[in-house]
């Protein structure tokens, strides 16, 4: 049984920072490329940055140089480090892992984000 279970979410002031982590189980987590999406309120769920079996990183460009995703091969767990959160940041953050070659696709069930003075 595949889960995905993300951790970290809350509650920021903006400017703030926020780790998120999603530890996988049920799948061989060094063959899946790894993702974080997000969803506000009233907006189709978005990609924010991804993460590939050589490490190669692809980001939204509303998060660049502000986000960084990483992975730990040996923890099957993937990271997103939140800096300069803003208002805009605002959602549920879900983890997807995939492999689209055997057409596998697993989302967690998601963890708050709530930027707020």
């Known amino acids: 049984q595949v889960q995905l279970v993300e951790s970290g979410g809350g509650l920021v002031q903006p400017g703030g920072s926020l780790r998120l982590s999603c530890a996988a189980s049920?799948?061989?987590?060094?063959?899946?490329?790894m993702g974080w999406y997000r969803q506000a309120p009233g907006k189709q769920r978005e990609l924010v940055a991804t993460?590939?079996?050589?490490?190669?990183?692809n980001y939204v460009d509303s998060v660049k140089g502000r986000f960084t995703i990483s992975r730990d091969n040996a923890k099957n767990t993937v990271y997103l480090q939140m800096n300069s959160l803003n208002l805009e940041d605002t959602a549920v953050y879900y983890c997807?892992?995939?492999?689209?070659?055997?057409?596998?696709?697993?989302w967690g069930q998601g963890t708050q984000v709530t930027v707020s003075s």
């Open positions: 997807r892992a995939r492999r689209p070659e055997f057409q596998r696709n697993y």
């Open positions: 993460i590939n079996s050589a490490d190669n990183t």
């Open positions: 049920g799948i061989i987590f060094n063959l899946y490329i």
